[in-house]
């Protein structure tokens, strides 16, 4: 009796509905032919539907279609149009990761100069674990005027920068369309900060307009490497003496995906990646996971030299994240030993972005950004190397108040990835690894990437970094200070409870000069330096 009624449940009533309907329209049409021309077309739509139950009941895949054919098709559909619905209709201004929409819309309104004030009060709750809060004068100084900028580049740079403290993050042309990298490099421009080219290699893109290029070389030395995947110096240093490029970077690991490396099928390496990368077209484009250029903390800190030898004279420098403590106080012996040091080191964190990364990796991998600079900037003055090592800091940073926080533990500059994508019209749909990227700021669909319109994003780019810059004076003004360098741990505070307040001086509390030399006893650093060797990677003892 059950299996003579289940076409009736609800599980199997809309396809039962569908090949009833679908069988009366055809017996009408069979009787009356005058009539047949009318019901023509919703005798395909129900018999296209049955025939779509019927696949469902007999495929393998997908249980709930089995359970529940044709009805379960609406599953996935709402599944698929679930992150636009919370998007637009359900997340608040403080929701939405991982950038909320109220930090979306402030790059967005900086970046086509409109008001970007906000009324009536914060929608912060002030009160709850984690809050941070800037501290105030009531002296507050006049607004500086000037573009906050910083020298990089040490004793043995002969061709120091001349940076904003605000810059382009690494992003490859691949990961971003022509336009983007276009729009990002011409605004870059403009408005005299640097773009990072991440490790795709110098592109024509970034070429074309003229823009200041930090240029990234990773694991694949893409631009500067033999056909075996080794690096190639020859190459290097003709690639990186061009005045447009002024400073080289090595990338040691990346935020959201440390330790994990990358591969470019064979059939997406089109014939101008393969010559801007300087892969064979045909084959794999692979990025290790680890360096084949050097192996110890030592070789690292002469193959920093060396690209800065073969680029004339530039700053050079490594970014990663931390993750061992141990790995980078060995690198820090290794400066000490070798006498080398890096002219700047961009620390990312572990909330950085990228365009496709296991979520493990994303989620539970490396130091994230602040714990990393301050740590990165205390074992420095720890060997009594800060005055000469510029610090970047890399990982989530959209606002002024985000820099200036990272300032205060120990950066000298930041840069930024994902604020300058929404800068570009980036709406955070989150489908930059599937090429479908709806305003082309991340496809390398050429139909897709030509709704991004070069000189109004120009303008974009440039008004974003210029207004950020902006809200950043007003910030240092109304804290009584006048430049970025003089921000300081105690400058902020973080609430630990809804009765207790920390200070940052507190949070993050800071090394003396030379006191991992001297033998320190902090116990962040204690054991981390004892088990650092200037010779390898793993850990002493």
Known sequence: MDTILLPFSPRFIVMTICAVVTALLLLVGIFDHKVFKIVVIPLAIFGALTLLGIRDLTQKNHAVLRNYPISAHMRFLLEEIRPEMRQYFFESEKDGMPFSRDTRALVYQRAKMVLDKRPFGTQEDVYREGYEWMHHSVAPKPRAEEKFRITIGGPDCTKPYSASVFNISAMSFGALSPNAVRALNAGARKGGFAHDTGEGGVSPYHREMGGDIIWEIGSGYFGCRNRDGTFNPDLFASVAGDDQIKMVELKISQGAKPGHGGVLPAAKVSEEISKIRGVPMGEDCISPAYHRAFSTPLQMMEFVAQMRKLSGGKPAGFKMCIGHPWEFLAICKAMKESGLYPDFIVVDGNEGGTGAAPLEFMDH????????????????????????????????????????????????????????????????????????????????????????????????????????????????????????QDLRPIHFSQRSSTTEVSSFAELYPALRLGELLEGTQDRRFRDAWAMARADSFQPAG
């Open 365 to 484: 991998l490396g130091m994230p950004m602040r714990e990393g600079v301050n740590f990165v900037h205390n074992a420095l003055i720890g060997i009594g190397a800060r005055d000469r090592i510029k610090i970047g800091a890399a990982g989530k940073i959209a606002t002024a108040f985000d820099m200036a926080r990272a300032m205060a533990i120990g950066a000298d500059w930041c840069n930024s990835a994902r604020g300058f994508m929404f800068a570009l019209g980036c709406i955070q749909s989150l489908s930059c690894h599937t090429d479908r990227c709806p305003t082309g700021v991340t496809s390398q669909d050429p139909i897709r990437n030509r709704a991004l319109y070069v000189p109004g994003k120009i303008e974009r780019v440039y008004n974003y970094h210029h207004s950020t810059l902006h809200a950043l004076t007003e910030l240092l003004a109304a804290a009584g200070l006048e430049h970025t």
